[in-house]
């Protein structure tokens, strides 16, 4: 189980639960897609502008 309820009384507790979240969702996106979170962010920002792009096409 990722996330582990109790209580967040730090914000030291805050960023391990967040880099965890992160590596998790990074992991999910690379097993499932073989994109990186930046490749991923590129795409999204090029498919709100209105393009449609898939990872393996190159942006022109």
Do not use: N, W
């Not at 967040?18 to 490749?39: D, H, I, K, N, Q």
């Not at 502008?49 to 393996?56: A, I, T």
């Amino acid at each position: 189980m990722l996330f582990q309820p109790r209580s967040c009384g730090s914000g030291q507790d805050f960023i391990e639960t967040t880099e965890a979240l992160r590596f998790e969702v990074s992991s999910r996106l690379y097993s499932e897609s073989s994109s990186s979170p930046g490749e991923y962010g590129a795409l999204l920002a090029l498919r709100e502008g209105g393009r449609r792009l898939r990872p393996s096409e190159p942006a022109a």
